[in-house]
């Protein structure tokens, strides 16, 4: 995705161009995919996130099943809802960790602007999704054997307070995001850009594959920072060959986009939250390591 070149120039100029004006040059060739990309997710969001929360309500055991494969929508929308609906006991503990596990947020666009080939993008999000519904499943068993009696549906407590621009329409909700992104695309490029221009990508690169476990659980909980920037940054990294897929994936388990954001802020249990966040980092580099065999 990026062109860098540290030795095609020297001192304050040869900065400026390998590391500035490619910074923006790339983050203006995202602008119009990212912008499109987004308009359709808002789209489909307006047309079918309702009945896929419906559908997470009444699914039961299968909770985790359809939350797995609803978190694996490339926006954070899921996330927030499951964080939510959980707070209120509406679905289970096994649905909302699916869900958190499965969410990619921002890792689609970014993947597919940095040219990875289509089939492996898909791989990517299935074992993203297998492994969320895999644990999603374990969780609710071990608390069904443990015989926890289901707490009463408490509807008070579910509330959407995540940012949102829907009410201005769906071309406004898709600019802002498509802003917000691109800006964040920006930063990251130029913090990698700058890492490579004075250290140089084999150096990186080598740095991380040196302690391969260390860097999947650093990883991990980067992948813990309750917005877009953690994805972006992971799958940026990944798309320029400086992580692998499997440190990647570490990161992009245990984040949930604002879904833990939302989490924290409205369901009153922190300790339950913080077991949670444990159980997310855990996962994320476990499942991670194992990518990097079958990745």
């Known amino acids: 995705m990026f062109l860098l070149h540290t030795h095609g120039g020297e001192g304050a100029v040869g900065f400026l161009r390998e590391v500035v004006l490619h910074g923006v040059t790339d983050t203006l060739k995202l602008v119009p995919f990212l912008f499109l990309t987004y308009l359709l997710m808002e789209f489909i969001e307006h047309k079918a996130s309702d009945k ?8 039961g055991k299968l909770g985790p099943v359809i939350g797995g494969a609803l978190g694996a929508v490339p926006q954070c929308g899921f996330s927030a809802a499951a964080a939510n609906l959980y707070t209120g006991r509406v679905i289970t503990l096994g649905t909302v960790i699916a869900v958190f596990l499965s ?20 791989l990517i999000l299935l074992y993203k999704v297998a492994c969320g519904i895999f644990v999603g499943l374990l969780v609710d068993l071990a608390l069904r054997l443990m015989h926890r009696e289901k707490e009463e549906i408490n509807i008070d407590e579910i509330c959407a307070r995540d940012e949102c621009h829907c009410e201005r329409g769906i071309f406004y909700s898709a600019a ?8 964040f695309v920006f930063i990251v490029t130029l913090l990698i850009n700058t890492a490579v221009f004075f250290i140089g990508e ?19 909980i980067i992948g813990l920072i309750p917005n ?13 060959g ?52 079958i990745f």
Request: aromatic content about 4%; glycine content about 10%; hydrophobic content about 50%.
């Open 103 to 122: 969410t990619s947020d921002e890792m689609v666009p970014i993947l597919i602007a940095g040219s990875f080939p289509p089939v492996q993008i898909v």
């Open 52 to 59: 896929a929360s419906g559908f997470m309500q009444r699914a």
């Open 202 to 220: 084999e150096t990186l690169g080598a740095a991380v594959s040196s302690v391969p476990v260390l860097g999947h659980i650093l990883s991990s």
């Open 228 to 240: 877009c920037a953690a994805s972006v940054l992971l799958a940026t990294l990944c798309s320029d």
């Open 242 to 293: 400086i992580i692998s897929i499997g440190t990647m994936l570490s990161g992009l388990f245990s984040g949930a986009g604002v879904g833990l954001l939302v989490l924290c802020r409205v369901n009153k249990r922190p300790i339950e939250n913080l077991m949670i966040i444990i159980l997310l980092v855990v996962s994320g580099t476990l499942f991670g390591l194992l990518g990097e065999l």
């Open 176 to 183: 802002h995001h498509t802003l917000t992104i691109s800006l």
